[in-house]
């Protein structure tokens, strides 16, 4: 990024300086003008921010809840990792009575708001049932709909950026369309969405969140209702919540531009062997430039 | 029955969608503006404003989108007394909705205008320092107006985006669609008419915008 402007020299050192001063200043004051608010509501109170030294409350409470965020990801993540390749590959069906309402459901689960479609799970499963699905059915259902539709466009993108040699070799081998699909394709289009597969991932541990709407017992419930009654300390144990999500979500990034690091530079020398134009590009810090929720 | 539901509270559904196309234009335009700043921090040359402007995207870009509204709604609103109108609870909430919404959406919109600026060939900024223009003089006749330019299309994803997001504002309580069809839902009982509706809804929405930037995006398109 520094292609912008020059190796500072003594009068740009000393502006740069002047600069950093003001900026200095004007997030100290800004601080503290949002620190007094916090004194004069009492926030900085002593009783607001011990419970978050004492060990039953995480184990009591952050923690089960950071295990119902964990457990609606992981669930959901590999649900919606399923079913994003089956409707991937179903998009890509050489049968048009496949392709056309697979790609409907896929439009259709990507236009639609996930907390619509949460609410549209569990009322409407009241409906048809009789008794509402669970809370963490409910969201399971929602992130794997929305989130498996996004992925099953990642992977789309994926296969297309795999060269025609190569599905054309495996043709000429004698593979048939879905073992070239299984064998050739896909392996490639994953390695090469990986960044993008993982920023998805970024997404739906963000989304689980949306499970506190419907009831459901995550980190956010732990830190906005749980905490919150016990010791009416909201803003305190929401800054705490954020911090631990924080740190998950940039440990997946983190993990991102490992998984980047590990795919082949593009060689131009080799036809055959492109690094994919991912539709999410990620940058150097490992975010995902492409999905936006 | 549902169909029902849906002709008879149909002025009701427009209200609501009316609501949400206000806070996803509001928090569309705050959005914009502050994520332009955030970006013009993120490449600058003063390491302070570089700092300030990644710690604020690492943040917001981080934290659930639910989190960052119900601490608009209740750390800001109710803890913190922070209100923009006295009178009118439902515009209070309104902006309070936007601050949140604004805050998170610009962390985007920085990162998909800094991805417009390594758009930008290397050699036009060289160019451009070599005859002498300062940082500012580069960013705003060079860098930005192809950065801008080329930036149309992701912002378009990110305006659809935030169209959707505005259902999470439900946290707040400001009547938009998806606190008019959770209402709807628990009135009548879920139909997929009601639900079909709202799906349409927010289709009409979200469609033409996704139509009308991929448009700009070709007709503006940088040409190299």
Redesign the interface.
Known sequence: ?N????T?GPR?RLR?NV??LL??TA?LGAGYAIGT??QA?G?WDSALWKPFLDVQVWTGLLLPGLLGTLTATVVSAVLALTFGVALGVGRMSARRWIRVPVGAVVE?CR??????MI??VQ??S??LLGRSFSAFTSVVIGLTLYNGSVLAEIFRAGVRSVPRGQSEAAYAIGLRTSQVMRHVLLPQAVTAMMPAIVGQL?VLL?????G??VAYEDL?NA??RLIPATFSN??PA?MV??VI??AL??GL?ALAVRLDRRNPAPDPRIPGRAKALSPA?I?S?G?A??P?? | MGTDTLIDHFGVILVSFWGTVRLAVTAGLWSAALGLVVALMRVSPVPALRAAGTLYVTVLRNTPLTLVLLFCGLGLGATLDVHFSRDDLSMDNFWLAIVGLSCYTSAFVCEALRAGVNTVPRGEIEAARSIGLTFTQTARLVVLPQALRAVIAPLGSIVIALTKNTTVVYVVGYLEASRQMKLLFDEDGASVQVFAGFALGFMVLTIPAGLVFGRLARRLAVSR
């Open positions: 990024m292609v912008l402007y020059e500072p740009a740069n600069v950093t900026v200095v997030v608010r916090l509501k926030q259709f236009a639609i708001p996930l907390l619509i609410f549209l009322a409407g009241f409906a970024v963000k989304d689980t969140a949306l506190w709407i956010l830190g906005i909201l803003i929401a919540i954020a999500y924080i979500n940039i990034g590009r940058d810090r975010y430039i492409g936006v929720t």
